[in-house]
């Protein structure tokens, strides 16, 4: 799987964008970029997922540069309760393949 | 559904003694992980299965770490004996295959303390 390097912590203020960027200049071209957060003590939790277009959902918004080697997730609105690290993952899209997590970004959202 | 289930939610123990964790994955899954995070070495693979059969076993640390799948809504991971370099939060998550979001469900974790 790819490398990641993503920045160790961000702050964001509650409202704000907040935007969490991504490095994976060795993706392949079948490797698609994947976002977990986890809360503290909890599990990992699925945000989006996607191979080049820009992909959203309720939780969020994934921006993928064109030639794909970089990558933003954007929290529209950030609220106190997306304070959490960040993990952005690069893997080929098949469930039989482990999640490889890094440091992640740890987002403290505060008022 | 109740999403994934893990228990103990939190194991103290001893060092020495055998520790089993369980897991119940979302039923109709069919792939079952299990990860270990540490502050040290962050969250990572220990072994996967699918349709109950080990598929990759490479991160289990040593010998003293097995894993096990009987049946499709059941799992452990058994350490024996246990030492405390194995404390850790242990989560195991399930997927299925070809689902639409290709996405992996976590359960709450159990916090192990070997003493």
């Known amino acids: 799987d790819a490398k990641t390097t993503q920045p160790t912590s961000m702050d964001c203020a509650e409202g704000r964008a907040a935007n969490l960027p991504c490095n994976h200049s060795t993706i392949s071209g079948n490797e698609y970029v994947y976002w977990y957060r986890q809360i503290h003590s909890q599990g990992p939790q699925y945000i989006i997922h996607g191979l080049k277009n820009n992909e959203t959902n309720e939780m969020a918004s994934l921006i993928i540069t064109e030639d794909r080697k970089s990558s933003t997730l954007i929290l529209p609105h950030a609220t106190l309760r997306d304070t959490a690290v960040y993990y952005c993952i690069v893997r080929v899209s098949n469930s039989g393949y482990a999640l490889n997590f890094g440091k992640g970004t740890s987002l403290l959202v505060t008022p | 559904d109740a999403g994934v289930i893990q228990s103990p939610r939190h194991e103290v123990t001893e060092m020495g003694q055998e520790v089993t964790l369980r897991c119940k994955p979302i039923?109709?899954?069919?792939?079952l992980f299990w990860y270990r995070q540490t502050m040290m070495r962050g969250l990572e693979l220990l072994i996967y299965?699918?349709?109950?059969?080990?598929?990759?076993d490479s991160g289990m640390p040593e010998d003293r770490f097995s894993a096990k799948m009987p049946n499709a809504s059941f799992s452990t991971l058994k350490i024996q004996p246990s030492e405390p370099r194995d404390s850790a939060v242990y989560f195991c998550a399930s997927s299925l295959a070809g689902g639409p979001l290709d996405e992996q469900f976590f359960g709450p974790g159990t916090r192990l303390t070997v003493l």
């Open positions: 299965f699918n349709n109950n059969v080990p598929i990759d």
């Open positions: 039923s109709g899954h069919d792939y």
